[in-house]
């Protein structure tokens, strides 16, 4: 039974291969001249002969046509009226107007397009600036043959296949392959060569104000770090990036006011012992909490524009026990003076820096007494622009004999008499002193410094109106302190207006006191601030800068504001000061044409002109 079912099925199997085989060679035969293409043709009732003559017949129907439009235009060519040359003279009166009424209504709206108010704007002042021809000459271009259509060529007129890529000509017609790349040939000569990238005058003046006069291209280092910053967005993290590269960046991104939550995260390393952000503006409190969360290390804390910074904020830090040696803080008014206090009286042992500015609603002078007493080893002192404090300030001050550097800049305004006591308690140690804003200190503050100041390399003294000339020169005369490196002594001068020329004894700094000065500290000075001394002649300038002088190691200086300054001094400032960098002189109006040397800045001048 086994047998006999196996060997039944094996014949099926044979039959069933047989017949598929006999079926394929049946399909697959070749009858006679026809081919597949063929078979299918006939099957789906298509003829090949009968598409070549469709073919040939339509081709011959556009040629008759094309002549007969030539023809048309030829004989309809000296009429007045541009619609009666596209009049067909087979139209009805009727048809006719209904293609007037018609065409009327296309022209209405492509007025009302986008395009059209474009193309308009384009050609304002230019002979076909008319609405009506700009309108046609888009209905002409809409149009158009389709690509696929065949079309006479508007240059050679031969005969040719539209497609997409096929140029207008210049009659209103579509171009050949031929005649358009001869077009294209001639309109890429008459373009001008591309020229690189070049650096505008806006961003020359920007760098010049960051101080930087580029000689060529930027370092590589300058180069990546912006271009990092410019990718800011797409960057995870900074790695081991070494500490003048993240301030680098971070100064570059608070220009920018790219200082973000999410960019302040790159900048959060536990390993680092300082944090620099220089515009704190986009920053919330909580940032600022996560700064001392990611950070405990911290020694340096540097926050400006800090508005968010709160209570909360200190109390946390405090709960820290962070070792913060160097604080500087700018605009923190959400500081109440209590966390100041308490702030200082835990922080203050180990306190060396100490820099807090724009505080107009918070510090008074009890947080200032109170850093007086617990900041015992403070080196650096600097309160700038804090409303609050006035003087018993100045008093408590005077009680830091730590202290090397200081820098004052006061709202309120404060008696003489304590100003000079403060000299008088701390001045011998000091390196740097600073003092802006003090309108009613006298000569007998610059008589102070010259008998308790011996250590000074900098020293700024600005917008005073009563020391006199005859105070800066007995500052300078014989005095054993050494030569400064940074002067300023910029708006101390007589503000009386309607006597430009000034009282008979000159009001701050003036001729005899710009020579003294230049004469005690001129062999070292570095930088030197004169802006808005306008009591310094013409001749005092002259004699300063004349031949034979030299100040070798002058980078920068100041003469904002003295219309005396022309071309011919700022010659001889460049013939005296071999290692000069930067020159500011706004409102120099007499400093016209200048000519500037390779690597120095000229800020200010009206046509300053490089050497080349």
């Known amino acids: 039974m086994y047998g006999f079912n196996f060997l039944h099925i094996m014949i099926m199997i044979m039959l069933l291969i047989a017949r598929r085989a006999n079926t394929r060679q049946t399909r697959n035969q070749i009858r006679g001249p026809h081919s597949a293409l063929t078979d299918f043709l006939a099957s789906n009732n298509i003829s090949a002969a009968q598409i070549h003559d469709d073919y040939q017949r339509r081709l011959r129907e556009a040629e008759t046509q094309a002549n007969a439009e030539q023809q048309g235009n030829a004989e309809q060519g000296n009429a007045a009226d541009n619609d009666d040359y596209e009049d067909d003279i087979r139209e009805s009166p009727e048809e006719k107007k209904k293609r007037k009424r018609k065409e009327a209504a296309t022209l209405a709206k492509i007025k009302q397009s986008k395009e059209f108010a474009r193309r308009k704007a384009r050609r304002i002042g230019e002979p076909d600036d008319d609405d009506d021809y700009i309108a046609r000459e888009m209905m002409q271009e809409r149009s158009r043959p389709l690509p696929g259509q065949l079309e006479n060529c508007d240059s050679c007129s031969k005969r040719f296949t539209v497609t997409p890529y ?49 000689e060529g291209a930027l370092s590589l280092v300058e180069m990546c770090t912006k271009k990092v910053a410019d990718n800011i967005n797409d960057i995870d993290e900074f790695g081991d990036l070494p500490s003048q590269l993240l301030r680098r960046l971070s100064q570059i991104l608070s220009k920018r006011r790219a200082m973000t939550p999410r960019t302040l995260n790159l900048f959060l390393r536990p390993d680092l012992g300082f944090i620099d952000i220089y515009d704190s503006g986009k920053l919330e409190t909580d940032d600022f909490e996560k700064i001392f969360t990611f950070m405990p290390a911290l020694t340096h804390v540097n926050l400006r524009f800090a508005g968010q910074l709160k209570d909360r904020v200190i109390d946390y830090m405090l709960g820290r026990d962070l070792k913060i040696k160097h604080l500087q803080l700018d605009a923190a008014n959400l500081v109440s003076d209590q966390r100041w206090q308490q702030m200082f009286k835990k922080l203050g042992g180990q306190l060396e820096t100490l820099r807090l500015s724009n505080m107009d609603f918070s510090l008074d002078d009890e947080t200032v007494e109170i850093v007086s007493k617990s900041c015992t080893g403070l ?234």
Request: glycine residues 8%; proline residues 4%.
């Open 166 to 214: 096929s140029k207008a000509g210049p009659y209103g017609g579509l171009l050949c392959a031929k005649c358009s790349k001869e077009l294209g040939d001639k309109e890429k000569k008459s373009q001008p060569k591309k020229r690189g990238p070049r650096t505008t005058r806006r961003q020359n003046q920007s760098d010049l104000l960051d101080g930087i006069a580029q």
């Open 379 to 612: 080196r650096r002192l600097k309160l700038g622009d804090c409303w609050k404090i006035s003087d018993r300030s100045l008093q408590a001050i005077a009680n830091l004999k730590s202290l090397e550097h200081l820098s004052l800049s006061l709202i309120s305004e404060t008696k003489t008499e304590n100003l000079v006591q403060l000299v008088s308690r701390i001045g011998s140690n000091l390196q740097t002193l600073s003092l802006q804003g003090f309108s009613l200190a006298d000569d007998t503050l610059l008589e102070m410094i010259h008998s308790r100041c011996q250590l000074l390399t900098k020293l700024r003294f600005s917008d005073n109106s009563v020391c006199t000339d005859k105070g800066f020169v007995k500052l300078f005369e014989n005095w054993s302190n050494p030569p400064l490196k940074f002067a300023d002594f910029s708006s101390t001068r007589d503000v009386d207006n309607s006597n430009p020329d000034g009282p008979t004894d000159a009001t701050g700094l003036a001729s005899n006191g710009f020579a003294a000065c230049m004469h005690h500290s001129g062999s070292m000075i570095r930088k030197l601030n004169i802006a808005s001394c306008r009591h310094i002649s013409y001749a005092a300038f002259e004699h300063v800068f004349g031949d034979g002088k030299s100040y070798p190691h002058l980078k920068e200086l100041d003469v904002s504001f003295h219309t005396v300054i022309d071309d011919y001094l700022v010659g001889r400032i460049f013939r005296c000061c071999p290692a000069i960098q930067k020159i500011v002189a706004f409102a120099c109006f007499n400093v016209r044409d200048a000519r500037v040397p390779k690597g120095v800045m000229l800020i200010g001048g009206l046509r300053a002109q490089e050497l080349v």
